[in-house]
């Protein structure tokens, strides 16, 4: 089905996204893997993580060639980009990543996440708003799904959390 590579910087909410499509996927009777990685930095240091989401067995975890690429900086479209499998998606940042992409075999979209999440007072959640336009563009999950999805996920004890990511879903997805 997909093999999804996302990549920004540490505290930017990658392996939460991450973790939410791998959940969703699993929910859905898929076969799933989650891998993060990430450098030694604390905060700010590079993260990426694998996500393959299919209805065979997976051979491995690690998203060497993917389907779709979210990126929320600049130095992971540089890394990555290349790597994406023609016909692919790129799903880019546009608030945080100041170039377009190079290749013409693949479909990139730019969306301002950053900023987007600002104006709508959802700071930090602009890696759910990227997860809405990558559901909408792909296919990948149905909207009501993915969103029960995120409200599900939210702690018992933290249920806003949950209806601020639902908030940051249907921006992703309307835009």
């Known amino acids: 089905m997909a093999g999804i590579l996302l990549a920004g910087f540490g505290g930017q909410g990658i392996l939460f996204a991450g973790k939410q499509l791998t959940k969703a996927g699993m929910d859905a009777g898929k076969q799933v893997s989650w891998l993060p990685s990430y450098g030694p930095e604390m905060r700010g240091g590079t993260c990426n993580c694998s996500v393959n989401i299919d209805d065979k067995p997976i051979g491995s975890p690690l998203v060497t060639a993917p389907d779709i690429l979210i990126v929320m900086n600049l130095p992971s479209l540089d890394k990555f980009e ?65 969103r029960n999805e995120l409200l599900t996920s939210a702690p018992k004890s933290k249920p806003q959390l949950g209806e601020l990511n639902a908030k940051a879903l249907k921006i992703g997805y309307d835009g």
């Open 82 to 146: 290349k790597k994406v499998v023609p016909g692919g998606c790129v799903f880019i940042d546009s608030s945080l990543v100041p170039k377009t992409c190079e290749r013409t075999d693949i479909r990139a979209y730019y969306i301002p996440a950053t900023k987007l999440a600002d104006e709508a007072e959802l700071n930090g959640l602009a890696n759910v708003i990227m997860l809405g336009k990558v559901i909408r563009e792909t296919g990948i999950f149905d909207y009501e799904f993915f």
